[in-house]
């Protein structure tokens, strides 16, 4: 099977009563069941998606199914051509759902709907997408992968379980997320950075721009003192590599973060993070897209925000094999709390 460890080292956890501290981010792990992979996130969230059966190919068509912790389900129903208006689900020959793709070839079912499709799969052999053309979708571990998301979330043995059911009347609370308070940056031009304090890092950092890759330093105002630059270092078919720096007082250095996927395998505590297809957003958001592979359908997702002394894991989703899914699974998330520039 065709993984990506090298792009992303995630941490088991067990789902916390009380808050997970803030300053100590621990992601979950992404569980493989045969064509379908979940994960239960620190919030207590849950989601699947389904997988090729085949090594390394996409899915003509998928399906993406998320339970919150208040136990409300949706799935995500997409097209991978891109063509058509509208798809039906069939389980075993019978149409289950019908939904509109609006945008993106995709659309959602919530609410009974959802429930109902979540159900059939559970206890389906044989799975498709009509947009009309039929496009088979593997349940070869979907129901294992919905009995995980009654484990994970307590619900097995109770009436509110999707696969696990019981006689019991669901009881829990789901875990609180951690607050994080960021900055929010202050408007105005970002101060122009010495072009050999940028160099200096560059060499520091071992950061050579190969031959047709870009070379650039971009920077932004993160707090009434404080710059960030991204500086390039380095670039392959489809993964675009920076330096994230730290203007301060007239030094630069690498910036400090609470918790980063490692790239590539490089896992080096106190050094300089490593992010990938990185953007900027004046609404205070940095974030980081690693590709697993050029067709973007695995890889880790970050999205970090600035404390005052250092960069903050706000949110981040993974998908570990490279086999056509959806989308990436969250496995980290926060409740950011803006706080004036300082």
Request: net charge positive.
């Amino acid at each position: 099977m065709i993984r990506i460890a090298a792009f992303s080292v995630l941490i088991g956890f067990a789902m916390p009563v009380t808050a997970v501290d803030p300053a100590t981010p621990v992601p979950s792990k992404l569980k493989l069941f045969r064509d379908w992979i979940v994960t239960c996130d620190n919030g207590g969230g849950c989601e699947a998606a389904s997988l090729s059966s085949e090594d390394g190919t996409l899915q003509d068509a998928g399906l993406f199914i998320q339970r919150a912790a208040d136990g409300t389900v949706a799935v995500k129903v997409a097209d991978m051509t891109g063509k058509a208006q509208s798809a039906s689900v069939r389980i075993d020959g019978r149409a289950v759902a019908t939904v509109p793709l609006p945008q993106q070839a995709e659309g959602w079912l919530r609410g009974a709907p959802a429930t109902a499709l979540v159900a059939a799969m559970s206890h389906g052999r044989r799975a498709a997408i009509l947009t009309p053309d039929a496009k088979p979708v593997s349940l070869a571990g979907a129901s294992a992968a919905f009995r995980y998301m009654d484990e994970r979330q307590k619900r097995a043995g109770t009436t509110s379980a999707l696969v696990a059911k019981g006689a019991a009347r669901y009881r829990g609370r789901p875990p609180v997320l951690p607050v994080v308070r960021i900055v929010t940056p202050p408007p105005g031009a970002a101060p122009s950075i010495p072009n050999g304090a940028i160099a200096d890092m560059r060499r520091r950092l071992d950061c050579r721009n190969s031959l047709g890759s870009p070379v650039s330093a971009e920077s932004y105002r993160l707090d009434r003192r404080s710059t960030l630059v991204l500086m390039s270092c380095g670039a392959g078919a489809y993964n675009y590599l920076v330096k994230p720096l730290i203007w301060r007082d007239g030094r630069l250095a690498p910036a400090r973060f609470d918790f980063a996927f490692p790239f590539a395998g490089e896992a080096r505590p106190g050094g300089a993070v490593t992010l990938v297809n990185s953007e900027w957003s004046p609404t205070g958001r940095l974030s980081s897209w690693g590709k697993g592979r050029g067709l973007g359908d695995c890889g880790d997702r970050q999205s970090f925000g600035w404390d005052g002394t250092r960069f903050r894991l706000l949110e981040a989703a993974s998908m570990t094999e490279c086999r056509g899914a959806i989308d990436t699974l969250h496995v980290w998330r926060t409740r950011p709390v803006g706080m004036a520039a300082r």
